[in-house]
């Protein structure tokens, strides 16, 4: 549970320290039911009386209880015992973690909370949930726990961003991310790259170390989250980390290592022989024998014409047969061997690009503490060796949390993390250099190399050679980050405190990339080397008061009152030079031609006042009020101060009297509220019109007009009205959450369109509205709870409907298929439709009249959508949505005597991909590698009705955005299946060494059951998207992983 | 249980500190970027802007690349060897609306045009002794011409000449866009507006108020508008109105003006920099560049392969001609750009060489009789490339002549000069099933910004 919190309370409640006059003494020790480890703090009180006392690191305890005494030992987070001390001198006493969710106490926005007194959505994830699995990110940890929580891991790629959302994507054109705040210090998060790769971006939150926390604390509606004012409309994940707790100093080691594979994917290139085939077909398809000679001269096959177009022919003799094209005689698209195909050459280039990599996680902390000061040190190294030549990632980091209380009323603390970590990225997605995109659009018939040892390029395509794209450029990312806080905290009168506390960010984010001779887009200029470096600090200095008071046994009030300020600086350099001597070095010092040098910077502060106020009734009617004022230097100076309410109430029905008799009820809440948060994420100056500078010409500066102004410019606002259960059942073995929630952003701050002849293309303005309306299902179950057995489960499931309900100008397109207009989901998907593959005369002069012009036998008909006999663009609808009809996760864990298993699986339903790799892998259109797909084309003999002809060019456009590229992205995964086995403590303790020894074999990703055709169901190539998730385009898929690895206490 | 609060002093110092020491952060600036009211202050900001006007001509949608590769692509003086589906259309003379490079170049086009409309709006009021008004006036007028030409022509006119007023126009824009509200879309003007805004831009006082050339190569302003600059883009229009005595008059009034003539060996144009027959280069170097030699190059040599010069078949040239060497039919590259890395290839505009074919077509456009005069001026150009003089009586034959050597001298420079000349002698609606086609769709996203107050051209 949350050690942090347990202490912070008994440190709060300690000052019991009076001494009573008793008739006898008692003494005893209290350990902990789990691993014996004595536990320092619990309250023991004498039963009827507030007379009690505090065990002391050791766990020991000594009380004067009179004749008949009951001791009550409480401890939040355990099962509280009671025990009849009789004629014992010696009472020992061993408790039990409390599995109820009622005893929690839950982290809140700018304080703590019993869960039974909560009124707000949060959801908690303890480390317990996601310990020993291979993590690179924390988000990965948060994946498929939390109802009402999206994460969609949108690529493989090492050290790439995921996307969080909660409760659905709320904005257009601003971030939809939510707020981290760790250890009550909002942090940065998003890309800091500066070089692009294609499609996927870098991730801040891979620099934190996810063995590191204690819990996640997820703020879904705005009782919980309007505390944070402009930045809460996304939602906000709190993060605590672990602190040290009072007694033995422990250390704990925990390693693991394994491999990664890439999963068992459904993409098939097709070799050489078919890719030699497929060319000559396309080529015989579109071109007479005549082509491109004139003057009646003709071929004398098509094979010659195949060569002269593919093989980088260095032009073509006319022989008696006919012209022929003039061969290297490399043995590489001869014309012999499009006459006879199988004697082409082949290579398996996805094949050679996946490789198994290695994971591995060294984890040492040391913890520990008196009553007054508590610490833990912490140090980890993971490192990823990734699953595809030229990817990779490591990270190290160093936390140091301690706090102190100096005087009973006093007290102060630090959480200090430091970090570097390292990204080596591949390109990927768009892009015609990058490694998978390359593997899979690289044609089979291509060696590797040369027979002099060089890469062989295509002679006909412009991508460049998948192992040269994987091997030969250098391009890392590296991360160094400081995340750390300091806070004071005094008591000013009874139940009334005053906190300081002084957070900082500061990142330094720096890329370096070379792409030498070796590769296409280094040949060109000698080598091309670029380096951008990125430094952010963000400081926040926030001052509370926080008031708690019970009047009587009736009314407790908790308030809190509190100003902070927050700026962020952001600076960044970038440089590229090209001409290098050589590709030995690297440094863009040896770049002869100094093509770019630029650096920027940017400041963003906010100003904030808040409040809260939390009244209980007879501890059954809950009421909770808060409110926020943001002043962010984002907004015109009219408009500067934005005021964030919220309200909630709660009821405690199963409290009730009436309530006593429904035995099978152990609890039952009702909650609801309503507030209104905002999002400031919109771009530092966007309400400023504009010149820019940079347009220059002959050597001189110049500048242009770059954006046109809006004044009234303001945040995005959010409203989110929430219901509310809570239920446990059957003395809580089971326990229900149920949300249903109506989300409505507003004022979306939109690129409001103009027309491009103004010179502009738009203008931010507020204008969008968005709804998110949805149920949220949580069950947690103990299904078997034995002396030796134990078998406990949680599903929680989520039903979104996402609709844009307001809009600037008209519909728009995004991404490569995506359409977002008024009435649809964000993630509607848009296009043509197919009607048939033309197979006769009859449908080809059908296609032809409808204005497919080019139509022959084998292409495709599209459907003329509006009727009115011609094919346009406006030929197209909505063909389906990104967004799923229900996700969520589904976890179990099972204890037998020393052993322990987990079994969790995620799923994903009803949304659909569009799988643009496709497009290109099965457009039949020209040298592109070409999956297996295409062995099903339509040919005189294979009249097929799914798959059209080859023809080069494609002058159909067969290829075109339809829904033949879309396909069903539903999938159920086992994401974690663990098993380990904890050595028995009377076995370890003999070592005199080891605390506790526990082995496991952990694996992720093991099956993932789909109908998608393409490498990964979960994917995004825009990676973190507003309105165009759900789209593949040559992007790095995840691995399975599996690892076996050991936890060791000392 | 008494309790002592002995820290009260400390709450209350931080407290009483915190108060004190409040923090502004809320009043920030750009770092890179200046309120409007900052730029038409004095000469060092006004002659930023009209650098910024011409840097936008830089644009690779622009004659950076596209709204001339695109063009010779649609006419087949290019080939399509890439992966771009948005190519690939042009190659196909099949495209549809929402195609992404229609859309570029149109708003890389609007854009240009509305520096331009800045600087004309707010250099009178710059109190600047250092300041040319009128000269920075002309400049901006002249790239404002020669902005709308290029659109007027590639997305207007009628669907086998330039010479109809009322044929299908563009949206004029002639005041800067300094609000939301000034960017509210303005329906299509006639071809006639907007061919006489282009008109009115390239006045005498356009003229007049342009620094001359220079002669030889000793340029006056390397790369910017000069008189004789502006007369030749004039000259070029008129010939595209079918203004033919204007053309003719306005050609000749450059090859017999300052400057010195043909440059001997052709290739020498491409080879080096600013030869004295051009008159107005687009300038590029290294660390402003532009991807011209990078679409062309094979991927081995660092290019991406995107277009290369079309077949012979379909580019056909004379035997002997020294233009085959430089235009590269079959080959992969042209002369004409050759560096890949850093893009330094700068991009002529306007030469000599046009106004010798402009004047040569104009003249014999204006009456048969000026068919010898004509033949001399083409037949300078022949001479040049390498070609034996050409003999006609027929002022037919000269014009079928004259339109292959157009072709062969000017393909691929800053201007869609083949697609142009398709399109101004009625050749081009006989490429397409639809001779609508012969018009650029208008980019779907314009059409649906305005609502339809910028409607689609007929046929897509």
Known sequence: MKRLLRLLVVALLLPLSAAWA???????????????????????????????????????????????????????????????????????????????????????GYGLQSRAEVTGAITSVGYKEFQDMPLRNIDQALQGRSAGVNIVQSSGTPGSGISVNIRGTGSLGSSSQPLFVIDGVPINTGSYTAIGTGGQLTNALSDLNPNDIESFEILKDAAASAIYGSRAANGVVIITTKQGRAGRTKVDFNFYTGIEQRQNDPVKKINGQQASELMLEMVRNRYPLTAFLGGGAQWADHAELTTWLFDGAAGATNTPDGFRAVTNNDGVREASIYRDPSTAPSTDWLDEIFRTGKISQYDLAFSGGTEKSTFRFSTTYFNQEGIMIGSGFERFSARINLANQVTDHFRFGTNVAVSRSVAVRPQNDNNINGVLSTGVLYSSDIPIFRANGTYYKDPGSSTENPIAAGLEPFFESVSSRVIGSTYGEVDIAKGLKFRTELGLDFLLFKDDRFQPTTTNTGAGSNGLGQSSSRTDLNWVWKNNFTYNKDFGSDHRISALVGFEYQQSTFESLFAQASVFPGNTIRRLSAGAVKADASSGGSVWGLESYLGRVNYTFKGKYLLSGSVRVDGSSRFGEDNRYGVFPAGSIGWRLSDEGFMSGVNFLSDLKLRASYGITGNQEIGNFASLPLFS????????????????????????????????????????????????????????????????????????????????????LSITTVNVSKANFRWTSNINLTFNKNEVTKL?????????????????????????????????????????AQGQTAAQLGDILFKDLDGNGSLTSADQEILGSAQPVVFGGFNNTLKYKGFDATIFFRFVSGNKIYNNTRAFSEGMNGVFGQTDGVLNRWTPDNPSTTTPRAVFGDPN??????????????????????????????????????????????????????????????????????????????TYPQAKAVSVGVNLGL | ??????????????????FFVSCDVLDQAPEASLAPSQVFTDATGANAAIIGAYSSIQSGNYVGLRSWALLDLYSGNLRHTGTFPSFAQFQNRNILADNVEVSNMWNSIYSTINRANNIIEFSPGVNDAAFNKDRAIAEAKFIRAFSYLNALVLWGGDNNSYTVDGAVGIPLRLKPTLTPADAAPAPKATFGEVKNAILADLSQATIDALPARGTGSAIAAAGRATKEAAIALKAKAQLIFGNNADAAALAQSVITGTGSDLTATMSNLYTSKNNAESLWELQFDAVNSNAIAFFFYPTAQGGRNEVSPAAPANFPHEANDARIAINGPGLSITVKYRVVSPGTDNVIMLRKGDMYLTAAEALVRQSAANLPQGLTLLNRVRTRAGLPNFVTEDAAAFFVQLAQDRRNELAFEGFPNHWVDLRRTGQAAGLFTNPNFVRLPIPQREVLTSENVITQNAGY
């Open chain 1, 808 to 848: 600037a100008g008209a519909p728009f397109a995004s991404g490569f298929a995506s359409w977002v207009e008024e009435g649809q989901p964000l993630g509607a998907f848009r296009g043509f439709r197919v009607d048939r593959i033309i197979q006769n005369e009859t449908d080809r002069q059908a296609a032809i």
């Open chain 1, 693 to 776: 500078s940079g347009a220059n010409y002959i050597g001189l500066g110049g500048l242009a007009p770059g954006q046109l102004g809006n004044p009234s410019l303001t945040w995005e606002e959010a409203s989110i009205l929430n219901f509310g259960a809570d239920i446990g059942l059957l003395k809580d073995r089971i326990f229900l959450a149920v949300e249903y929630y109506i989300k409505d952003n507003r004022e979306l701050l939109q690129n409001l369109p103009l027309v491009g002849s103004s010179g502009f293309l738009g203008v931010t303005q507020n204008i969008g509205s968005i709804r998110n309306s949805g149920v949220e």
């Open chain 2, 1 to 18: 249980m008494e309790m002592r609060y002995s820290n009260f002093k400390y709450s209350i110092f931080v407290l009483v500190l915190s």
């Open chain 1, 957 to 1034: 456009n067969n290829r075109r955005t339809s829904d033949r590229w879309l396909e069903d992205g539903s999938f159920l995964r086992l994401n974690n299946l663990q098993v380990g086995y904890t050595i028995p403590p009377s076995v370890v303790t003999r070592s005199k060494v080891l605390r506790s020894a526990r082995i496991y074999v952990s694996s992720q990703n093991l099956f993932t059951w789909t109908k998608y055709s393409g490498f990964d169901p979960e994917v995004s190539t825009f990676n973190i998207t507003n309105t165009a998730p759900g789209t593949d385009f040559l």
């Open chain 1, 22 to 108: 008793q008739e006898r003494t008692v003494t005893g020790r209290v350990t902990s039911a789990e691993d014996g480890s004595p536990l320092p703090g619990v309250n023991v009180v004498i039963k009827g009386t507030t007379v009690g006392t505090a065990t002391d690191l050791d766990g020991r305890y000594s009380i004067s209880v009179s004749q008949g005494a009951v001791l009550v030992y409480s401890f939040i987070g355990l099962k509280s015992q009671e025990v009849a001390v009789g004629e014992r001198a010696s009472v020992d006493v061993s408790l039990a973690l409390d599995a109820t969710q009622l005893s929690e106490v839950v982290v809140t």
